[in-house]
């Protein structure tokens, strides 16, 4: 076993060493390729109050708020003085939601992510006992079924147009819920790397991809038309 820095002997555990110079370096890499996009800041990934804080002065005027893993872990960047949150996944953890039902009273700026009707009665009960307004996103699966292989996340039920179409007729209108967003995780795409040991495996990994993003962009290009036609019912 390595021996531990004699600068660290001393710590009382748990602690966290982090090299400032190499975040830095991080943080100008993702500045340079999102061209002229927001950055959203996965919370998931980044366990300290004190490097999201210091992230968000780096990122400056291109900051668009947090993306993050749990009610309760919203709740409490909340009461950490935090705001504009995306939550990543659907939740109903009901004590957690009910918190940020209250938050959003307060002002705060928290968005669920939803991909079931189920979901969106969960958080239309706790927006009318809280009497607030909640802001939802949807979660649309942009992965490719093909007749032997699944390529992509199992994410969400809503695959396309129709099947959003359908979701968002289930859901509105409504005072106490509305929609801001939509999101498709292209994981396949972004999340898999395309240059494996194997690289007869890699070049099948790159086809896939290259079909994927034409996929993708078309099923998203189709639920958007969609959206924008029925704007009187969103908040897009």
Not at 32 to 58: F, W
Not at 106 to 131: C, H, N, P, S, Y
Not at 201 to 217: C, F, P, S
Request: proline share 3%; hydrophobic share 40%.
């Amino acid at each position: 076993m390595k021996k531990m820095p004699a600068v660290f002997q001393t710590f009382e555990h748990p602690y966290a060493w982090l090299d400032l110079d190499a975040l830095d370096a991080n943080i100008r890499t993702m500045i340079a390729g999102s061209g002229d996009k927001d950055i959203r800041i996965a919370t998931k990934s980044i366990r300290s109050t004190d490097v999201l804080r210091y992230i968000e002065r780096a990122v400056d005027q291109r900051f668009a708020g947090w993306m993050t893993f749990t009610a309760a872990e919203t709740a409490y960047l909340c009461e950490q003085g935090f705001d504009h949150f995306l939550l990543g996944y659907p939740t109903l953890e009901e004590k957690s939601v009910r918190q940020l039902m209250r938050w959003i009273h307060q002002g705060k700026d928290i968005t669920f992510m939803v991909d079931a009707v189920e979901q969106v009665d969960f958080l239309k009960r706790l927006a009318e006992e809280e009497d607030v307004a909640a802001a939802l996103c949807m979660d649309l699966n942009v992965s490719q079924q093909y007749p032997s292989l699944y390529f992509g996340t199992r994410r969400s039920a809503l695959t396309n147009a129709k099947d959003t179409a359908r979701f968002i007729d289930a859901i509105l209108p409504s005072p106490y819920i509305y929609v801001v967003g939509l999101m498709g995780y292209d994981a396949q795409i972004a999340g898999v790397g395309d240059r494996p040991a194997n690289k007869a495996t890699g070049t099948v990994i790159r086809r896939l991809q290259q079909r994927a993003k034409k996929e993708v962009q078309k099923r998203r290009q189709k639920v958007v038309r969609y959206i924008e036609k029925n704007k009187d019912r969103c908040a897009l």
